[in-house]
């Protein structure tokens, strides 16, 4: 977005996000004490029309977060369970037979199901089997949904967020890698500090009951969706985007603890997705162009889930963190 393209409604739009910015984080904090960096993650996400992944342990609020969210943004949310008996049809809708009362002629007629929102929580999305998470794919890529040889699309703006819990494991399903890599960011949730679980503690076993109001709504939001496409990247931003993802692949020039540590690394997604992150994190600063600094903080939400490792690094407790760190220590930008 050279100066001379930059519209006088896409200025008002970057600067009523800084504006608007404050005034939601204020709003969340309402209903969700600490956690920035995640809200910040899940904005960005938002704004980069992506998908995100939450892991972390029971009872951080993750539902509550995204909801709170929805409610600040006007948009239309549904909670799945994902469960072992969950089938593809209770996700996407089926179709029932409806009989006319005048002509007693019956026809299918499809009913929408809960993914038919804005915003869409896959809560404890590796409980259910492959077969029922796949049915999420086309939605996530395409937006939309086919059932009974028709096509219907789904609501936009369009956001699904998936939650894992890291620590139960037994009767889960892992997310194949193709289902992992449709999601922009893999997020961890840590658990609030000190400070913070004394306020969230006094805070949910009081009286007290937040009220939050409406921030934006769905138009504002695909505007800005919009907007971070046309923010402009300089070729040493988006060469240290590139050379970033393609560091992560085992070859001959790799360097020697990446030929190591891992089995598989980031594709071409990976690249696009540390661009776009950058320039969502770019506007949501008022900036109108992206640094090396911002494709920095979010690299390890893009490739924490795109980057396999070896049976080498598992066996010196390696995790995929660390070969980012260090990626991001060893390559120039």
Not at 34 to 53: A, D, K, P, R, Y
Not at 88 to 99: A, C, K, L, R, Y
Not at 249 to 260: I, K, L, Q, Y
Request: glycine share 6%.
């Amino acid at each position: 977005m050279a100066v001379e393209e930059r519209t006088k409604e896409d200025i008002q739009a970057v600067e009523k996000l800084a504006q608007a910015r404050d005034k939601l984080v204020g709003e969340i904090g309402k209903v969700i004490i600490g956690q920035s960096q995640v809200i910040e993650e899940l904005l960005v996400c938002l704004l980069c029309n992506g998908h995100c992944l939450l892991v972390g342990v029971p009872g951080l609020a993750k539902t509550l977060m995204i909801s709170t969210i929805s409610q600040i943004l006007d948009l239309k949310f549904q909670r799945i369970q994902f469960t072992p008996d969950l089938m593809p049809s209770d996700i996407t809708g089926t179709e029932i037979i409806e009989e006319n009362v005048s002509t007693g002629k019956r026809d299918f007629r499809f009913v929408k199901g809960p993914i038919f929102a804005n915003i869409v929580l896959a809560d404890e999305i590796n409980r259910t089997p492959p077969k029922t998470q796949a049915a999420l794919l086309q939605a996530m890529q395409e937006h939309e949904v086919t059932a009974g040889g028709e096509t219907y699309k789904l609501p936009e703006p369009f956001f699904v967020l998936a939650t894992q819990n890291p620590i139960e494991l037994e009767g889960t399903y892992p997310l194949p890698e193709a289902q992992l890599d449709r999601f922009m960011f893999n997020t961890y949730i840590d658990y609030p500090s000190q400070e913070e679980e004394n306020t969230i503690v006094k805070t949910t076993t009081s009286m007290y009951t937040p009220e939050v109001e409406k921030v934006m709504g769905a138009d504002d939001i695909l505007h800005l969706q919009q907007l971070v496409r046309k923010v402009p990247v300089s070729d040493q931003v988006l060469g240290y985007a590139v050379r970033l993802a393609r560091e992560t692949r085992p070859t001959d020039a790799s360097p020697e603890f990446v030929r190591n540590w891992v089995r598989w690394g980031a594709g071409p997604r990976a690249s696009q997705y540390l661009t776009l992150g950058a320039k969502a994190r770019a506007i949501l600063d008022a900036r109108f162009s992206p640094s090396c600094e911002d494709i920095r903080a979010v690299a390890r939400s893009v490739l924490r889930h795109r980057i396999v490792t070896s049976f080498s690094a598992e066996a010196e407790s390696v995790d995929t963190v660390q070969i980012i760190d260090r990626l991001l220590t060893e390559v120039k930008e």
